[in-house]
């Protein structure tokens, strides 16, 4: 199995990313990070151990607390987008969540150190915990297996503003920082691919809400709120990046198309802060990444059905 973490900014997909790992039998999940970005930090905290109750891990996985904010600029959250991440959902003692006394960027740094060259990151938030690690640690690059970074746009739209996806627009220093450092990087972007290939129409959504066991039900529950942000923007259906980052890991054979880009964000603009210019072949620059082009939706689709047939029993 994989060893792995997820540093996360929990709202609803990166729930969804986070029962892959708790929940693919190929997946070592072995912390969760947590970083400053879709909702308030207390309630990224608490729905993060929302889902590892209703995985059936609670006390198994632990949970660290990082970086409060961006590394530069204010944060800016995605509550529009995403409500409270859990569609309402509390669990009775929703305020005495256990964390672990390690702070994340430590936790990163430990786990990374513990595996030299094993440990893979799903980084599905803003980059600053990854880009604190890397400044704190000169080591921390050299022991990171690979980076799984769900952010920019392959030269398509922003989700945020024209130019920028909202995970690079938050802390784009952190990004930048982090597409240099010489980390072996996975990206998977906006657009094209997330908005052609990972989103669930409310057909496929009906499909998955008849699969009846918990699971399902906490799935349809914490779509729901960006499902009608989606729609009113005019994006067919849920949007699903952040589990499609964790399982393209854990799958490669969902992967249809990936190429090595240079990968770079802006960082002086005001206009295009958070831009990712993903550089192919032609403009002569030395690849930093690979960005996943297109991937196999229907068998995505599928994956994710699978997981929710899951006969767990929350904890
Ligand atoms: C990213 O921002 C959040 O809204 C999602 O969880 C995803 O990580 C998409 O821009
Ligand atoms: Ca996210």
């Not at 799984?148 to 922003?158: A, D, K, L, T, Y």
């Not at 393209?248 to 802006?266: G, I, K, N, R, T």
Request: charged share 20%; with cysteine.
């Amino acid at each position: 199995s994989i060893p792995l973490v997820i540093d996360t900014d929990t709202a609803q997909d990166d729930c969804v990313a986070l029962l892959v790992g708790l929940l693919d039998p190929d997946a070592e999940l072995r912390a969760i990070t947590m970083v400053a970005g879709n909702v308030g930090f207390a309630q990224q905290v608490r729905n993060a151990h929302l889902t590892l109750a209703m995985a059936g891990r609670l006390g198994e996985v632990p949970i660290h607390l990082g970086c409060r904010r961006p590394l530069v600029r204010e944060w800016v959250s995605a509550e529009n987008v995403h409500g409270d991440g859990s569609g309402g959902l509390r669990l009775a003692d929703a305020d005495d969540v256990e964390v672990s006394d390690e702070h994340a960027v430590d936790a990163l740094i430990r786990l990374a150190a513990e595996a030299p060259g094993e440990l893979r990151i799903v980084c599905i938030g803003p980059l600053t915990n990854i880009a604190t690690a890397l400044v704190k640690d000169p080591d921390f690059v050299r022991n990171v297996g690979s980076l799984w970074i769900m952010g920019g746009s392959n030269n398509g739209r922003g989700n945020i503003t024209a130019a920028a996806e909202y995970n690079f627009y938050v802390d784009p220093e952190a990004a930048k920082a982090v597409f240099a450092a010489g980390f072996d990087i996975t990206v998977v972007p906006w657009d094209p691919l997330t908005l052609r290939d990972a989103v669930f129409s409310r057909e496929r959504l009906a499909e998955l809400a008849t699969i009846g066991t918990p699971l399902a039900r906490f799935f349809t529950r914490i779509v729901g709120t960006t499902l009608a942000f989606d729609e009113s923007v005019g994006i067919p259906g849920s949007t699903h990046p952040d589990s499609l980052t964790a399982a393209v890991l854990l799958h490669p054979e969902l992967v249809l198309a990936s190429a090595p880009y240079a990968v770079d964000v802006e960082t002086g603009s005001e206009l295009t802060r958070g831009y990712s210019a993903m550089s192919w072949g032609v403009h002569g620059l030395e690849p930093n990444a690979r960005v996943i082009e297109r991937i196999d939706p229907e068998a995505f689709f599928a994956y994710i059905g699978g997981l929710l047939r899951s006969e767990v029993q929350p904890s």
